[in-house]
C-alpha cells in the first residue's frame, strides 16, 4: 500500500524551514525522495537504506528512523527554486523491487 | 546520453481505441516502471519488470499490458482506451535500489 506523506500541502515564505514526512505500516528496505516541478518529470533528491541514516546536500537533508518505518525530509532556509511537489518513494522488504510513491506533499514558497 | 526516452510526448485517443507508449532507456538498467500520475493521488504503479522477458503488476494494472522484449525498452499497451485512462504516464527506469531516472511523460486524452 502507499506510504503516507504529510502534511499534503505546505506555504512558506523564503528563508523559512519545513518538515515532510513519510510512513510505512511495516518495515521499510529504502526510501526515495524526489521533486517535481509543475509540468516536468521528478528528480531524485536522495535514497536511505540503513536505520538511523541521515543525509543531505545543501540544505535539504533526509533522515530514516531507526525502524525503518517513517523518514522525514528537510528543508532548511528554504529558497524559491525549492518549490514543488515532494514525493516519497518505498521499497519494502520482500524485495519484489518494486516502488511505490506516496501521494506527494505540496510545497510553496513565497518571496 | 539520452536517459529515458518516452514515445509519443502527446496523445489523444477515442473510446475503444488502442494505442502503445514506447519507454526506452539507455543506462542498461534491470529495472523499469511504468506509472500513471492523476492530480491528488501521487504516481500508481501500473506494471513493472525487473528484467528482459518479465513483467510484473503493480498497484493499477487493470486495462493495461506491457512487454519487454528487449531490455532496453518496456512498452505500455492500452487495447480498448476508457475516459478513465486520461492520465500523465511516466515511464522510470532504475539499477535498484539507486536513483530512479524518469522520462518525461506522456500526456493521454481519452475522449
Known amino acids: 500500500q502507499q506510504p503516507v506523506q504529510s502534511p499534503q500541502a505546505v506555504i512558506l515564505r523564503e528563508g523559512e524551514d519545513a518538515v515532510i514526512n513519510c510512513s510505512s505500516s511495516?518495515?521499510?528496505?529504502?526510501v526515495h525522495w524526489y521533486r517535481q516541478k509543475h509540468g516536468e518529470a521528478p528528480v531524485f533528491l536522495m535514497i536511505?537504506?540503513?536505520?538511523?541514516e541521515q543525509k543531505g546536500h545543501d540544505k535539504i537533508s533526509a533522515s530514516f528512523n531507526e525502524k525503518k518505518q517513517q523518514s522525514s525530509l528537510y528543508l532548511t532556509a528554504s529558497q524559491l527554486s525549492y518549490s514543488g511537489t515532494y514525493f516519497c518513494g518505498t521499497e519494502w522488504w520482500d524485495r519484489d523491487d518494486k516502488i511505490i510513491f506516496g501521494k506527494g506533499t505540496r510545497l510553496h514558497i513565497l518571496p | 546520453n539520452a536517459g529515458v526516452t518516452q514515445t509519443p510526448k502527446f496523445r489523444v485517443l477515442k473510446t475503444g481505441q488502442s494505442m502503445t507508449l514506447l519507454c526506452a532507456q539507455d543506462?542498461?538498467?534491470?529495472?523499469m516502471y511504468w506509472y500513471r500520475q492523476d492530480p491528488g493521488m501521487g504516481l500508481r504503479l501500473i506494471h513493472y519488470?525487473?528484467?528482459?522477458?518479465?513483467?510484473a503488476k503493480g498497484e493499477v494494472p487493470d486495462g493495461y499490458n506491457v512487454s519487454r522484449l528487449k531490455k532496453q525498452n518496456f512498452l505500455l499497451g492500452l487495447e480498448s482506451a476508457a475516459p478513465s485512462q486520461t492520465s500523465v504516464y511516466f515511464c522510470?527506469?532504475?539499477?535498484?535500489?539507486?536513483?530512479?531516472?524518469f522520462g518525461q511523460g506522456t500526456r493521454l486524452t481519452v475522449v
Open positions: 511495516k518495515a521499510l528496505y529504502s
Open positions: 522510470a527506469s532504475t539499477e535498484s535500489p539507486t536513483e530512479a531516472f
Open positions: 519488470s525487473v528484467g528482459e522477458g518479465t513483467t
Open positions: 543506462m542498461n538498467h534491470e529495472y
Open positions: 536511505l537504506l540503513k536505520g538511523g
